[in-house]
């Protein structure tokens, strides 16, 4: 909703695939996938160690968007894993 001002819900990628997309969603994600980082853990990793080492961040916030809950949690301790954090058990 934010950027397109329509409720929006995570999809899996099958459903995301055959979705038909407006004009106005397709510049939204031409957009949006600029900031977007995907890959491995170790791509990921040099990728947010490159952006950090461009702009002097002092620290970084990660999001992961994914239409799985068990998924997500992956994603996470993945990129934990990648960088040599112990991921916490909730």
Do not use: C, N
């Not at 900031?35 to 002097?56: C, D, H, N, Y």
């Amino acid at each position: 909703m934010f950027h397109s001002g329509e409720i929006r819900k995570l999809v899996s990628p099958e459903t995301a695939a055959v979705h038909e997309y407006t004009q106005k969603q397709r510049d939204i994600i031409t957009q949006q996938s600029a900031l977007w980082i995907v890959g491995s853990p170790e791509t990921v990793r040099e990728q947010i160690m490159t952006k950090v080492a461009e702009t002097g961040a002092s620290e970084v916030m990660i999001t992961t968007t994914m239409h799985s809950y068990e998924l997500r949690q992956r994603s996470y301790r993945l990129l934990a894993e990648a960088f040599g954090l112990t991921p916490r058990v909730f």
